[in-house]
C-alpha cells in the first residue's frame, strides 16, 4: 500500500495534512490504520489524532479504538459548501436549468446522515413545494439520497442506514432494507434517481450526480414538480437538461477541486 503523505511546516499543516488523509476514507479508522498508511511514528499520530479530538473535529467511535469525523469538522464542510466562492456561477446554472424545464431545482449535498439543500431556485408556477438552502431530507427517501447511498460499498450503506430511522413519511416511502438494497441497484444501473411522492405526498423529484473525475462526488442535482405536472414515466424528459446542467456545475467545481490543479 502507497503510504500518504503528511507533511508540513507547522504542527498545524502537519494537522491539516492528516486530516487530507482522514477524509479520502469513507469508514471509520484505528490510530494504527493511520501509522500504516502514512508511514509516521505511532506517538506522532496518537498525539495529533488526541489534538483533533479535543478540539471536536473528530469524535471516537462506541469501541474507543476508532475515530470518525466530530460535529465540528462536520458543521465546517457544511459551511463550506453551502458558502462556497462558486455559489454565483451555481446559482446561474440552476437558473438557466429552471428556465429551460420550468419547475424548482436544487442542488444537494450529503452531510452528517442526511441530505442538505445547498441551493434552490423555485418555479414561477402558483403550485409549487418550498424547501429553502439549508433544508434537510432523509437519505432513504430522496433521489439524491438514493444517488448517494449507490455510490457507496454495500458494507458503508448498512453502516449508514444501521443508524439512521428509515420513517414512512408517505404510503410509498421505502422502509425496508432488502427493498431499498434493490432500489438502489436500480438507480446503479440507471445513473439517475426518482422520488416518486416518497418524503412528500404530490411531490416528484429526478436527480443524477453532479460529476467528478476523481474520487466520489458530493454533489447532486434535481428537478422537483407537483405530480400534477410530471409523473414519473414523464420525468426522464427531463434527463438530457439535467445531465447537461450537472456536467456545468461539474467544470464549475472542479476549480475548487485539488486534483484541478495537479
Not at 500518504?4 to 495534512?17: I, Q, Y
Not at 409549487?128 to 458503508?156: D, E, N, T
Not at 443524477?208 to 428537478?223: E, H, Y
Amino acid at each position: 500500500m502507497d503510504k500518504k503523505k503528511v507533511e508540513g511546516d507547522t504542527p498545524t499543516l502537519r494537522l491539516f495534512s492528516l486530516l487530507e488523509v482522514i477524509a479520502q476514507r469513507d469508514e471509520f479508522f484505528s490510530l494504527q490504520g493511520l501509522v500504516e498508511e502514512t508511514g509516521l511514528p505511532k506517538p506522532t499520530v496518537h498525539r495529533m489524532l488526541n489534538q483533533l479530538e479535543s478540539a471536536g473535529i473528530l469524535q471516537r467511535d462506541g469501541d474507543e479504538r476508532h475515530f470518525s469525523s466530530g460535529g465540528r469538522l462536520r458543521r465546517l464542510a457544511e459551511n463550506l459548501l453551502l458558502n462556497s466562492t462558486t455559489h454565483s456561477a451555481r446559482r446561474l446554472i440552476l437558473q438557466q436549468l429552471v428556465d429551460e424545464v420550468g419547475e424548482s431545482c436544487n442542488i444537494t449535498a450529503m452531510s452528517d446522515g442526511e441530505i442538505v439543500y445547498l441551493d434552490r431556485i423555485e418555479t414561477a408556477a402558483p403550485l409549487r413545494f418550498y424547501l429553502h438552502p439549508g433544508s434537510r431530507v432523509p437519505l432513504h427517501c430522496s433521489a439524491s439520497g438514493k444517488l448517494f447511498l449507490a455510490q457507496m460499498s454495500k458494507s458503508q450503506r448498512k453502516r449508514m442506514l444501521s443508524h439512521a430511522q428509515l420513517t414512512q413519511y408517505t404510503e410509498k416511502t421505502i422502509v425496508d432494507i432488502d427493498e431499498l438494497e434493490n432500489e438502489i441497484d436500480k438507480v446503479k444501473y440507471a445513473g439517475y434517481a426518482i422520488d416518486n411522492e416518497e418524503f412528500l405526498p404530490g411531490l416528484l423529484c429526478v436527480a443524477v450526480m453532479v460529476p467528478r473525475d476523481k474520487g466520489r462526488s458530493n454533489l447532486c442535482l434535481a428537478i422537483q414538480a407537483p405530480i400534477m405536472r410530471l409523473k414519473p414515466e414523464s420525468a426522464l424528459h427531463f434527463l438530457p437538461a439535467l445531465q447537461r446542467a450537472a456536467r456545468a456545475l461539474a467544470e464549475v467545481e472542479a476549480e475548487s477541486w485539488p486534483e484541478a490543479a495537479e
